[in-house]
């Protein structure tokens, strides 16, 4: 049988820095409407801070941009939350979602990202286009309890 989208939200925020804890504080209290566990939530906090994070950091580096956040919520308990970008896009995604790669030459960031979206989700997909952006998709099943 196949999941029904119970509830949906969509946002769309300027790539500040400072805009980063407002979409994860948004997206947790958003899901909680599914009651999570604890570290159900603080694994859904830690994926979209990453996500966003690599918008403000890696696709608009020129200048700030919209970040685009799109969450699903399903009758069996998953999660889906897309997070998009119009940004600079990523020549080698494969690369880039390797543990310790980063495109960072300041030092400041470990290259980690991906790495921690993908040990947070039950799956992670990571699609872009060089000069139209990446789309992080992220799928996480909650264990629900069903009344």
Do not use: W
Request: glycine share 8%.
């Amino acid at each position: 049988m196949k999941s029904k989208v119970i509830n949906e939200m969509n946002m769309v925020i300027p790539s500040y820095s400072v805009n980063e804890s407002y979409a994860r504080y948004a997206v947790s209290a958003f899901v909680a409407q599914m009651d999570p566990t604890v570290d159900e939530l603080g694994d859904i906090r830690t994926v979209v801070s990453e996500a966003v994070t690599n918008c403000v950091v890696h696709a608009y580096r020129d200048a700030p941009g919209k970040i685009y956040i799109s969450v699903k919520c399903y009758d069996d308990g998953k999660l889906r939350v897309k997070i998009r970008d119009k940004g600079c896009g990523i020549a080698d995604v494969k690369k880039a979602m390797e543990p310790l790669f980063t495109t960072d030459t300041t030092g400041e960031r470990g290259g980690m990202g991906f790495a921690i979206m993908e040990s947070f989700t039950d799956k992670l997909t990571v699609r872009s286009s060089l000069g139209f952006g990446t789309t992080v998709t992220m799928t996480k099943c909650l264990n629900i309890v069903r009344k």
